[in-house]
């Protein structure tokens, strides 16, 4: 076990990962890491505990001397090049700042943050300390995701008209975080931008355009006894007349599809969000055309880390997959969608 201030050559030479705050989440990260090139170097966590037991995970899977303390420690290892900040909503800001100022590659768990105004600072800032910093909408970097913004892009199905999408699922009971206002709990935060991100991408795919963002938006749904949004549906009109209805929920268990209507044809996506092994994109035309396009299994979580290591080497300071300007404009249609039903954490202010 080595401590921050003490560096194997091996891990000098490559660099690697840290990871800041080791939950679930950041399990499926560390399953897909081993093919990115560049391993786990260090946890940090606010419980010692937890941090030292994913580092004994991680140096079970074949990283070797992975460093486990406070957040930090982990930061200060000299080893890390990129950091995966997987931790709460609420803790987004403050880790990701932490490793800006660390001159540190930051690759940050969706929502990056849960208002513009703080979204924009922490873009700001990563801008100004010329690091990447990149929001992991890990379906974004799949090449299912890449497929079906060819087909739209290629005219497949001809000029889009319609898009529905939705990532919802029924907790049973009203426990822990996605539950908790003061942790910025609720659908919207969680897996909203999901269908908010498909959406923005396939009406670039179609109009040319970059960063989509509704001209029109209105939305509907629940507010749940713990405050915060149980069930939403939103309604939006974006460039080009192209309407979408988006769906999102933590008490709903509502088919996790993105649908896309031309007036040639129609896509479709089983469960977009989260591919795992081989997977397939329907395709219909009406000309009574019918085919699947069969998507090879990739590593995703592998796949946005391998984004970031890249935007470090070119200097870019962000992944084409999702950049600044989708990170920022995402933002402002949660905001938007969160303000219909009158969701607003304790936390924030004016």
Request: aromatic share 6%.
């Amino acid at each position: 076990m080595s401590s921050p201030e003490t560096t194997p050559a091996s891990s000098a030479t490559t660099g690697g990962w840290a990871v800041l705050g080791p939950g679930q989440i950041a399990r499926r990260f560390l399953a897909d890491l081993s093919s990115a090139g560049g391993g786990i170097v260090a946890v940090g966590s606010s419980d010692p505990g937890r941090a030292r037991a994913f580092a004994d995970e991680a140096e079970a899977s074949g990283d070797a001397d992975v460093f486990a303390g406070s957040y930090e420690d982990a930061l200060a290892d000299p080893r890390v090049r990129a950091v995966y900040v997987s931790a709460v909503h609420t803790a987004h800001p403050d880790l990701v700042s932490a490793a800006i100022r660390a001159g540190k590659a930051v690759l940050c768990e969706k929502p990056l943050s849960v208002n513009e105004a703080t979204t924009a600072t922490l873009v700001s800032e990563a801008r100004g300390a010329s690091v990447p910093l990149v929001e992991a909408y890990m379906y974004r970097f799949h090449p299912q995701t890449r497929a079906v913004l060819d087909l739209v892009r290629d005219g497949v199905i001809g000029r889009v008209l319609h898009i529905d999408a939705a990532f919802a699922f029924a907790m049973p009971e009203r426990e822990g975080r996605l539950f908790d206002p003061a942790v910025a709990g609720g659908g919207i935060l969680d897996v909203g931008g999901y269908p908010v991100t498909m959406a923005a991408a396939i009406v670039d795919a179609a109009e040319g355009m970059h960063a989509a963002e509704p001209l029109v938006f209105s939305a509907a749904g629940v507010v749940g006894p713990t405050g915060v949004d149980e069930w939403a549906v939103a309604r939006a009109t974006y460039r080009g007349g192209i309407t979408a209805t988006l769906a999102t929920g933590v008490r709903v268990d509502a088919p996790n599809d993105v649908t896309i209507l031309g007036d040639k044809g129609r896509i479709r996506v089983a469960d977009p969000w989260t591919p795992t092994g081989a997977t397939t994109i329907e395709l219909a035309t009406v000309d009574g055309g019918a085919r699947v396009v069969e998507i090879d299994a990739a590593p995703a979580y592998a796949l946005e880390a391998s984004a970031v290591l890249a935007a470090l080497a070119d200097g870019t300071g962000e992944a084409t997959e999702m950049t600044h300007a989708e990170t920022l404009a995402t933002v402002r249609t949660l905001d938007r969608w969160r303000s219909a039903l009158g969701v607003r954490f304790p936390f924030e202010t004016d």
